[in-house]
């Protein structure tokens, strides 16, 4: 059985975690791949609620090894404080595996992360202040410290002073901020190696095999397909790559091992930060849809932006990761309203445009079409399959499907795992 990857298709908090749980008991690995503790998945077990942001949702699953692949950022600090939390909990952690190839988020990076951040005053990205960035480009300027540099005091510490060079002279010329000392970072990094050592593996070679021999495998994208640094709404995006490609290389797995790339999909949209949002609502409508979606952030605790589903970014997402299914969640959301507007092209410059544009100022310019569909007032939180949905809960979800470009294979009507009506199994 080759492997998936699930994903978010608007600017995260799509629902990944629940969907991904809800998978979690069938399939034998969940990996992260891209992104770090920036990610906020809420999963609902019972009445248990968990939010993980840097460990895969699969980790609630018994018989499934989560995995954290080379692609992911991982801040030790962060991995020991969550993984004690779900002990604590009486979760079992002990299949954790993480990549000795993974990137370290140290504490400069995330000194780095916030003090940028107030530097670019109304300019900023309203970033998570987690350090992902500043790790990222670590990385790709090639000064980063990885997972397995843990091991290696000496190499550690000629990192690190790698590293501090040029952030000190930053820090403290530009940023008017105290130098960061070597000895104090390399200490502490030091002070997570051995409790994070039993899960250091190589975790590329491990997932292969389990491809070999028919395992399931579940690529859990973190953020979503508009917050990809290449395919986002540039420069108001998160650092890495949540689509559909990242899954290869953030986990060392070849395109042809993947044969569906599912799209989480919001019935409506929203957004954390900054940067553009054609669709979004500044009246009573957003309000109500962030009091009755709970739109608050799980990572930062910060109120998300709101609007309506706008279809050309739906299509969008299924272009740019070739999708072939959606999940689509939170449809339990729209109950009770009139009419649900949903946007099926945009405007800009006068001109109606169907397709999302490339240029970053055409879409700043973006002005959202509407198409009004009828709403439905039944509470459909207790729906099991498409036809316990009212006539227009179904006629809306058909409509989306249809401006989306790809089927709509669930839907989610609750937070909870058997709150979902599943249409074509993923598995
Ligand atoms: P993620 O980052 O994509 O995993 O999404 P978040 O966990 O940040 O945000 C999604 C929120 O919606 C969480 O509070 C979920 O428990 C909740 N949720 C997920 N699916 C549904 C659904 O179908 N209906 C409702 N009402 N809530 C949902
Ligand atoms: P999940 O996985 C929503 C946003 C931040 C900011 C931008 C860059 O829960 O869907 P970063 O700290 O990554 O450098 O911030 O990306 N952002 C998210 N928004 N959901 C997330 O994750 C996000 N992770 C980052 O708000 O606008
Ligand atoms: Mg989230």
């Known amino acids: 059985m080759p492997a998936l990857v699930l994903l978010g298709a608007q600017w995260g908090d799509e629902g990944k975690g629940k969907a991904t749980d809800l998978l979690g008991g069938s399939v034998d690995y969940v990996v992260r791949y891209q992104g770090g503790n920036n990610a906020g998945h809420t999963v609902v077990v019972g009445d248990q609620k968990y939010a993980l942001h840097l460990l895969p949702s699969g980790i609630l699953s018994p018989g499934c090894t989560p995995v954290i692949g080379n692609g992911v950022v991982v801040d030790p600090s962060v991995l020991l404080s969550?993984?004690?939390?779900l002990n604590e909990r009486g979760v079992d952690t002990s299949k954790l595996l993480i990549s000795g190839n993974a990137h370290i988020i140290t504490p400069y990076n995330v000194t780095v992360d916030k003090v940028t951040e107030r530097f670019l005053g109304k300019r900023k990205i309203g970033t998570t202040g987690r350090g992902i960035g500043?790790?990222?480009a670590d990385k790709i300027n090639r000064v980063g410290i990885?997972?397995?540099d843990l091991y290696d005091e000496s190499i550690l510490t000629q990192k690190v002073?790698?590293?501090?060079?040029?952030?000190?002279?930053?820090?403290?010329?530009?940023?008017?901020?105290?130098?960061i000392a070597?000895?104090?970072?390399?200490?502490?990094?030091?002070?997570?190696?051995?409790?994070?050592?039993?899960?250091?593996?190589?975790?590329?070679?491990?997932l292969n095999q389990a491809l070999e021999d028919d395992k399931v495998v579940l690529f859990e994208g973190g953020q979503g397909t508009l917050l990809d640094?290449?395919?986002?709404?540039?420069?108001?995006?998160?650092?890495?790559?949540p689509t559909a490609g990242g899954a290869c290389t953030g986990a060392g797995v070849g395109p042809t091992k993947i044969s569906r790339v599912i799209g989480i999909l919001k019935a409506y949209t929203t957004r954390v930060g900054s940067g553009p949002f054609p669709t979004e609502l500044f009246d009573e409508d957003g309000e109500a849809l962030r009091r009755i979606g709970g739109e608050r952030g799980v990572t930062t605790g910060r109120d998300r932006r709101c609007g309506w589903f706008d279809a050309v970014i739906a299509r969008y997402a299924t272009r740019v990761n070739g999708l072939t299914d959606f999940f689509l969640t939170k449809l339990d959301v729209l109950t009770g309203w009139e009419q649900i507007p949903v946007c099926v092209a945009y405007e800009i410059d006068g001109k109606r445009v169907e397709e999302l544009p490339y240029s970053q100022t055409d879409f700043h310019h973006a002005k959202p079409v509407y198409e009004m569909l009828p709403g439905w007032s039944e509470d459909i939180s207790k729906a099991k399959s498409f036809s316990d949905l009212?006539?227009?809960?179904?006629?809306y979800v058909k409509a989306l499907e249809e401006m989306s470009g790809a089927p709509i294979s669930a839907i989610g009507v609750g937070p909870g795992r058997d709150e979902t009506i599943e249409i074509n199994s993923f598995l």
């Open 161 to 179: 002073e790698a590293a501090l060079d040029v952030k000190n002279q930053l820090l403290t010329k530009l940023y008017n901020r105290r130098a």
């Open 146 to 148: 990885r997972v397995q």
């Open 182 to 206: 070597v000895d104090q970072v390399v200490e502490e990094l030091l002070g997570y190696a051995e409790k994070i050592k039993p899960f250091v593996a190589d975790t590329v070679l491990i």
């Open 390 to 395: 009212p006539k227009n809960a179904q006629s």
């Open 229 to 241: 640094i290449d395919h986002g709404t540039y420069p108001f995006v998160t650092s890495s790559n």
């Open 82 to 85: 969550e993984l004690s939390g």
């Open 134 to 136: 500043p790790t990222y």
